[in-house]
């Protein structure tokens, strides 16, 4: 079994609905996150989480938010969606350990269109 | 703030050709540097990462990349591609320090390897 899940891993949705991606990981690590990615873009930064009642935004936080219900899991929402909220999304956890922080484990990502 | 910059959006390469792919950064302050892989439908994994003392940095897959602080460089090299290598590759940052897990990620380069 993958180590960090994402569901779903496709969805359409349209324009003004909430949505919700969820992310599950099972490798015990405190430190989650939540990035897009967009053609010729990169990853961005969305929000990230060093613990359970440590939450913080990224780089692009603005129409997203984020809710982390246990170590193990850690939910992106668009309280309303647009259509350049279309990209796909990939979720990451990395362990606070000296060395162990630096390395980011990737989920298999959520690829979402918004009409 | 740091910044990536990965010069080449795409890279075609013959197989058995030598492949360079470039990453130059921006920062302030000393860095830790990163490669990543993506295969088509996948989320990332590391390739490889330099934390500190040789600059010369092996990963996985006959990867290997020096850090140049001069040049403020991480250029990823492999003598030899194979049709496998075919993916995008990412270069990121993060700075060394209490928030060494964010990464700040490059555009990508999409390497492409045919016979």
């Known amino acids: 079994d993958a180590d960090v899940t994402q569901t779903p891993r496709n969805r359409i949705t349209k324009t003004g609905k909430r949505i919700m991606l969820e992310c599950s990981q099972t490798?015990?690590?405190?430190?989650m996150y939540w990035y897009r990615q967009d053609p010729g873009l990169g990853l961005r930064l969305i929000y990230y989480s060093f613990d359970v009642k440590d939450i913080n935004k990224g780089e692009i936080s603005d129409g997203y938010s984020v809710s982390r219900q246990a170590q193990a899991k850690f939910s992106l929402s668009l309280e309303s969606a647009i259509p350049n909220q279309t990209a796909l999304y990939f979720c990451a956890t990395s362990d606070s350990g000296s060395r162990g922080r630096l390395e980011q484990y990737f989920g298999p990502g959520t690829r979402l269109t918004v009409t | 703030a740091q910044s990536v910059t990965q010069l080449d959006s795409q890279v075609p390469v013959f197989e058995e050709a030598p492949v360079e792919l470039r990453c130059n950064y921006s920062?302030?302050?000393?860095?830790?540097l990163f490669w990543y892989v993506q295969y088509p439908n996948q989320g990332l994994q590391l390739l490889l990462k330099?934390?500190?003392?040789?600059?010369l940095v092996k990963g996985i897959n006959g990867f290997e990349a020096e850090f140049n602080k001069s040049q403020t460089s991480f250029h990823l090299r492999k003598p030899s591609v194979h049709i496998s290598d075919t993916a995008e590759y990412f270069c990121a940052v993060s700075v060394v320090g209490g928030t060494a897990s964010k990464l700040t990620f490059g555009t990508g380069t999409r390497l492409q390897v045919t016979l």
């Open positions: 490798k015990g690590h405190d430190r």
């Open positions: 330099y934390l500190s003392g040789s600059t």
């Open positions: 920062s302030s302050v000393s860095v830790y």
